[in-house]
RNA sequence: GCCGGGUUGGCUGAGAGGUUUAGGCGGCUGCCUGCAGAGCAGCUUUAUGGGGGUUCGAAUCCCUCACCCGGCUCCA
């Protein structure tokens, strides 16, 4: 495990993969577009939070340290919306999204973002950026709020490769000219409306009481916390236009450096052929989700697909995930299981070499899947390779010492996926010793074969998520990871 | 209209000119088991959207057609 010299990803600006090294030397900047606190976050929006929690997983694999940035947009059109249709102020609406938010992360073994700035907390810094825009002549005021003159940057478009004299103009943006001198100029900072006066919701600034356009934010935290250049910034792919496009008009045009060295961009989540998006109506909860499915099974259903493509969310897919990462945890309890075992053998023989030099070669298979642009259907089937390996080697007597080692490898590679991590424990104490004593009732039972009974108690176990397994040598149980 | 991405066996999903039956799921058989589960062994006989072309040889390169999905200022 150290700094890969074949790590590569795919960067959405240059279209190609590319050998990642980080600006500075072992450290990585990373910043990942957040939630809209308006709603509970769809099973979609999870994809981005999930895939950004494997790359930095991926880079912490491979030793690098990731300051990692997420913001949350807290105020904009619609939070001001939502929480004044049900009367209640902003903030309170806004938090109460953001606690959802945060309960999925964790929920779902996302590890927590170094930090997660809030756009309402930020106010002065994006005042000030946008100050200095306009100092620089690339942003003009107008009557109802600042904009951004995309003519004054000259590599507007250059993310998303379009070509703004032959975008078809929609309704919308006619529609919603305003002040703009140009239609596809944005807003960066949004001069108040009556409502949001009324109800205290406004920024003072150079301008008047108004408050910040969208993409403002993410320029200004991103550069407080990671400086003027970011190793990696990544998002779902329906923001690359217009949101990241923005992104780098403001930042590039106010600093005059690369804002981003790599995009990484997230492909949807599909249902039944659809993109799932709040607006269409289509999507699933994620608590639907969760009480159908373990958040492994969940995490295994997001990985099976690689990150850049699109995901179709379907029942079968689902149960195809369910059942193949059941069979990737299976091994982790066979192995838990050997080393209570009272077989072992002591002796390094042949089995014991070939097994560990296969082993070797599965992870070392599986980490160049992984340094290839996080190629994870690849690297799920290396791991079910060396899960069938390490069944293999557990189906005769074992040297623990061997096991050990396979075992620590197959978790650490499972662990860099963000599989199977939160195990249920409940080694030791008054649970196990109760358990042992249902063992030893109901051994005495199939010894008296009354199975019948037996049979029920290892029904009513299994229904609470005790597993029981009968083996020639005894029973042995296990918990049901959720 | 313009711009992207995709089309592989029942499902999922690799491969990226000449080993691969990729792997997984599902199904089936055998072993094990009182039974079940798990596991092991094996089978499910090489599928690559259509049509051209390049090549000794293409799922992999080129052309073309068809279909699907997405973006074009709500969006992860």
Redesign the pocket.
Known sequence: MKESKNLRFYDTLT?R?RGFKPLKDGKVGMY?????V??D?????????IVGDLIRRWLEYRKYEVFYVMNI?DI???TIRDSGREGVSLREFTDRYTRSFLKGIDLLNIKRATVYPKATENILEMIEFIQELIEKGLAYEASDGVYFDIDKFPGYGKL?????S?????E??SS??YG?E??????LWKAASDEELERGIFYDSPWGKGRPG??IECSVMSKKYLGDTIDIH??????????HE?EIAQSEGLTGKTFVRFWM??????IN????????GN?ISFDEVLSKYTPNEFRYFYL???Y?????Y?E??M??????????S??I??AEEAFKSGLERLEYGKREEEFLNGILGLKSDFED?MD?DL????A??????M??????Y??KPVNKGVLSEAYEIYRSLLGALGLFEKRTSFEGGLFEELIKVIIET?EKL?SE?N??L??KI?ELLSKIGV??????DG??WTIERR
Request: net charge positive.
């Open positions: 279209r993969k990942v577009c957040g939630p809209t308006y709603s976050p769809h099973i979609g929006n999870f994809r981005s939070f947009t904009d059109d619609k998303s490769r379009i070509e703004l032959a975008v078809k103009p929609t919308r943006v919603d000219e703009k140009s239609p596809n100029d944005f807003a969208w993409h990544a998002g779902g792919e329906d923001l690359i236009f217009p949101h923005n961009h997230i492909g949807y989540l599909m052929g659809r993109k799932m998006s709040k607006s269409l999507y099976s697909t690689h850049r493509k699109q995901i179709d379907t079968e897919a149960a195809n995930a369910k059942n193949a990462s059941k069979k990737l299976n091994t309890d066979l899947a290839d190629d994870t259907p690849r799920l089937n290396t791991l079910h390779q899960s069938k390996l390490i069944n293999e557990l189906s109901r199939r074969k199975y019948a037996s049979d290892r597993i029981l397994s009968d083996k020639p029973t042995s």
